[in-house]
């Protein structure tokens, strides 16, 4: 079982930064791959990036990548997700999420994730 609370949300202007952490409970954190998915008012939730286990292989998005940054500490039972250069477009509610399963690579689509944080919103203006 993993319990998963995000924080670092807020507003912030364009080309801007944020930082999102993933606190998790639980004593198989250390053997969850991570993920971050966001969803915007009236969208699906969307792939954002994902890490594996040991921190060693990571995945991102196209809108995302080059800007954003995924990065674990097991140590802290936490995920991080530094946003840089953010846009409008970045605006939505942004989740954190594990995968116990331990396949073979990272998955992309919401229900490859077994447990799921309440989301915390990130608002980008113009």
């Known amino acids: 079982q993993v319990q998963l609370v995000e924080s670092g949300g807020g507003l912030v202007q364009a080309r801007g930064s944020l930082r999102l952490s993933c606190a998790a409970s639980g004593r198989t954190f250390s053997a969850s791959a991570m993920a971050w998915f966001r969803q915007a008012p009236g969208k699906e939730r969307e792939f954002v990036t994902a890490?594996?286990?040991?921190?060693?292989?990571?995945l991102y998005a196209d809108s995302v990548k080059g800007r954003f940054t995924i990065s674990r500490d097991n140590t802290k039972n936490t995920v991080y997700l530094q946003m840089n250069s953010l846009k409008p477009e970045d605006t939505a509610v942004y989740y954190c999420?594990?995968?116990?399963?331990?396949?073979?690579?990272?998955?992309?689509?919401?229900?490859?994730?077994?447990?799921w944080g309440q989301g915390t919103q990130v608002t980008v203006s113009s």
């Open positions: 890490i594996t286990w040991s921190g060693g292989s990571t």
């Open positions: 999420a594990a995968d116990l399963s331990r396949g073979p690579r990272l998955g992309t689509r919401t229900y490859e994730y077994q447990y």
